[in-house]
C-alpha cells in the first residue's frame, strides 16, 4: 500500500499514519538497501497517472485536473518520487528538493521509459510523454514546489 498526504492536514496525517502502523499495513520498500550501495546509475521504477479529482479538506475545496508521479531510484544516493499535475492550465512539480538539474534528468529519462506504467483512461501514457516531449522550462522554489512551461 503507498501511501500519498496532502500536508494541509497534518492532524489526520498522524492518525492515519498510527493507525496503518496499528493495522500491520506499513512496510519498508526494498530501496532502503540501495543508500548503503555503490552508487549507480538514476533509473525509473515506475510510473503512475490519475485523472481529475476534488475533495473538501478543513471546508476548502482541494484536487487537480489529472497529473503523475514518476518513481526514481539510483544506488548509493537513494530513491523517491517527483509528482506532476495540472491544475488551472499550469503543470505543476513537486521535485522533494531534488533541484532543476535532476527534475530535467528524470523529464529526460521518462521521455523514453518503457517500463510499468500505470495509467488512468483519462491521463493515458501518450499523453504524459506528449507533455513530457514538450517541457521547455522548469522552474522549482525553495518549498519543493515548482512549474513545467510546456510548449503547445
Known amino acids: 500500500m503507498r501511501l500519498l498526504f ?22 519498508f520498500a526494498d530501496d532502503v538497501e540501495l543508500l548503503n550501495g555503490p552508487r549507480g546509475a538514476l533509473s525509473i521504477r515506475e ?22 508521479e514518476i518513481s526514481w531510484r ?9 509528482t506532476f499535475h495540472l491544475k488551472n492550465g499550469q503543470w505543476k512539480c513537486d521535485d ?12 529526460a529519462l521518462a521521455q523514453s521509459w518503457d517500463g510499468n506504467w ?7 501514457k501518450e499523453s504524459v510523454i506528449q507533455t ?7 522552474e522549482l522554489r ?3 514546489t515548482g512549474t513545467l512551461g510546456v510548449h503547445g
Open 96 to 107: 522533494e528538493y531534488m533541484g532543476r538539474e535532476f527534475i530535467t534528468e528524470l523529464v
Open 132 to 138: 513530457l516531449s514538450t517541457v521547455q522550462s522548469i
Open 6 to 27: 496532502c500536508s494541509c492536514d497534518l492532524a489526520f496525517r498522524r492518525k492515519t499514519i498510527i493507525q496503518c502502523l496499528e493495522d500491520g499495513r506499513v512496510g
Open 118 to 124: 500505470q495509467c488512468h483512461e483519462s491521463m493515458p
Open 142 to 144: 525553495s518549498d519543493g
Open 74 to 82: 539510483a544506488p548509493g544516493c537513494g530513491f523517491g518520487g517527483a
Open 47 to 68: 510510473i503512475v497517472t490519475w485523472g481529475k479529482w476534488s475533495k473538501q479538506l478543513n471546508g476548502e475545496t482541494v484536487g487537480n485536473d489529472g497529473g503523475f
